[in-house]
């Protein structure tokens, strides 16, 4: 991102930016927080609420599937909200994603189970994904953008580092709340209905999201773009024609952890229980603490790419990630359960750094103009072939092979491809 107001001496008003940081930052979690709740209880309720007349690896695969839908809504929303983030503002866009987000998360709250409307239920819990992943595709370069095109371009990787920070945030909160929700009335009534209190809260949560967006003006680069009369008329149309290298590397880019934590933070709470014999109580807390530490230590990781350049602490991350996935299910599998919720509690420090530069690195491929649209693509087409799949992905090969190894070689093939993206993009002159 580069525009001559952010390069300055002064740069822009210190309380402006935090106020931008703070509103992405919280509005974003609230996001998260919806999109990852679907994935916790795809693997502890949904099964069995939605599809009880299926066999147990079958109920898993098809609630998994559902969960993928969210992803493939996740482009559509881009194209919507990349178009109007580019034409009239990033901040009008992050209102409309909030709104969208908390319908659809609301929505599967109140969505009947499968013994009450039969067939009906799935279809209802589907479309109210769709919802879901509408929302969410608009939801991320609004934030970024926000955050990023308020500030110093020589802090790019910090200031967008929080909101990147709230995915994990938002994942450590859905764990929470949905252990929360099993402890009021126990395991059976989890079942039955506890499992939506937390997706009705959202309401609440939504308001609040609303509330400190209403707050915040529009970035100083989108207010350059405007005042100098280079808003695109077809934003998205241009971003695809024009930078469609971009696009395919971001996508890629992504891929490299995006399949990775959507097996730490979902797949798990299977894989956990079937093969570690670990509670599903454990696997809440452990994944909580997780996602809490890496949400702790992402700004860190994005201070550490202004310094050193953002690809290169990408590729730090990814080096990482390759040696975690050598061990990770052994580890859980080995029945020693102390050393399973280690390797849980540390199985997202190299996804942090990753995801804390990958922000910048996007964004910085497409000038402010197309910046809503094409960064927006590259990371929602990435859940295409990267995060929607990877439980389902995981969960077919566990069953086929019967070994940890093929989820093991799953993990490894997505973060090379993740690498050889980032050093592309380094070549072509990104640092």
Do not use: C
């Not at 580019?86 to 709104?99: C, E, F, I, S, Y």
């Not at 209802?124 to 608009?138: N, Y």
């Not at 764990?175 to 039955?192: D, R």
């Not at 969960?395 to 940890?404: D, H, I, M, N």
């Amino acid at each position: 991102m580069s525009v001559t107001q952010n390069t300055g001496t002064l740069g822009p008003p210190r309380g402006k930016v935090r106020r931008a940081v703070a509103a992405s930052t919280a509005g974003s979690t609230i996001e998260w927080y919806d999109f990852q709740l679907y994935g916790v209880v795809a693997a502890i309720v949904l099964p069995a609420a939605y599809f009880p007349e299926s066999s147990a690896l079958a109920g898993t695969l098809l609630s998994f599937s559902t969960f993928f839908v969210g992803f493939v809504a996740r482009p559509l929303g881009a194209v919507l909200f990349g178009h109007l983030g580019d034409r009239v503002g990033r901040k009008k866009a992050l209102v409309v994603t909030l709104m969208l987000m908390g319908i659809g998360t609301v929505g599967i709250g109140l969505t009947p189970g499968y013994s009450a409307i039969g067939p009906a239920a799935p279809l209802l819990l589907v479309l109210m994904r769709v919802v879901q992943g509408f929302g969410v595709g608009g939801e991320w370069s609004g934030a970024i953008l926000m955050a990023g095109e308020s500030g110093r371009r020589s802090r790019q990787a910090f200031l967008t580092s929080f909101p990147q920070a709230s995915a994990m945030l938002g994942t450590a909160l859905a764990s929470l709340s949905v252990l929360a929700a099993g402890a009021i009335g126990g395991p059976a009534a989890f079942i039955e209905w506890t499992w939506r209190i937390p997706f009705l809260i959202s309401a609440v949560l939504v308001v609040l999201g609303l509330w400190m967006r209403h707050g915040i003006g529009e970035t100083t680069e989108f207010a350059e773009v405007r005042a100098q009369g280079k808003v695109e008329r077809a934003p998205v149309l241009t971003a695809m024609r024009s930078y469609w290298r971009e696009i395919l590397l971001g996508m890629f880019l992504k891929v490299g952890e995006m399949a990775p934590v959507f097996i730490f933070v979902s797949f798990i709470y299977t894989y956990g229980k079937q093969v570690g014999g670990l509670s599903q109580t454990t696997l809440l807390a452990a994944v909580s603490v997780a996602a809490l530490v890496s949400a702790l230590i992402t700004p860190l990781m994005g201070y550490l790419g202004d310094r050193l350049g953002p690809v290169r602490v990408y590729l730090i991350g990814a080096a990482a990630m390759a040696v975690e996935a050598l061990g990770y299910f052994a580890a859980i599998g080995s029945g020693n359960h102390v050393l399973a919720i280690g390797v849980i509690v540390v199985s997202l420090v190299p996804y942090a750094l990753m995801f804390a530069n990958e922000a910048t690195i996007l964004t910085g491929l497409f000038p402010a103009p197309v910046r809503y649209s094409g960064s927006s693509l590259a990371f929602n087409l990435a859940g295409i072939l990267g995060g929607g799949p990877a439980p389902f992905i995981a969960a077919g090969l566990l069953s086929a092979t019967g070994t940890a190894w093929s989820l093991t070689g799953y993990l490894l093939l997505t973060v090379l491809v993740g690498a050889t993206a980032a050093v592309l993009i380094q070549r072509r002159g990104h640092s």
